[in-house]
């Protein structure tokens, strides 16, 4: 949880799945044959990657959306040797972007529920667990 040392925002997971070892995970799961998936794999990339390259916004459906951002011009500084910085003006740029759509969103969270339990808050909007206990401390509050 938290940051990074260059502050981006980092995963809770401990485990990474590589693009093969994904492919090897979807055979796995749904019984198709390993080349057959990580040809799929290489397909969805290749054309995600197109797309994204000749201006179309990708909408998959239960993941998200991958689309183009525009990065203003924005002041910067390049760091000399000695210590010092030089003030320069960072010019306009573009990156890939990712909103994740409500199926990847709640598939987040349970993730995080299955690996550190829901809080309080959590349960106020999620009430999965009918324990009465913990709702009674919230009904003395309001």
């Known amino acids: 949880m938290g940051t990074n040392k260059n502050g981006s925002a980092k995963s809770i997971n401990d485990r990474t799945l590589h693009r093969v070892e994904f492919a090897k995970y979807i055979a796995d799961l749904y019984g198709y044959k390993k080349g057959f998936c990580k040809d799929a794999v290489d397909v969805v990339i290749a054309g995600l990657l197109s797309a994204i390259e000749n201006g179309y916004d990708v909408e998959l459906s239960q993941v998200g959306t991958f689309f183009v951002s525009k990065m203003n011009p924005r002041k910067g500084a390049i760091p000399n040797p000695d210590g010092t910085a030089e ?9 890939a972007k990712f909103r994740p759509g409500r199926s990847m ?5 349970r993730c995080g529920f299955d690996k550190f339990g829901m809080n309080e808050y959590d349960m106020l909007l999620n009430p999965v667990e009918k324990d009465e206990d913990r709702f009674e401390a919230f009904s003395e509050i309001e």
């Open 87 to 95: 003030l320069c003006i960072k010019p306009t740029t573009y990156c």
């Open 105 to 109: 969103d709640a598939a987040a969270k």
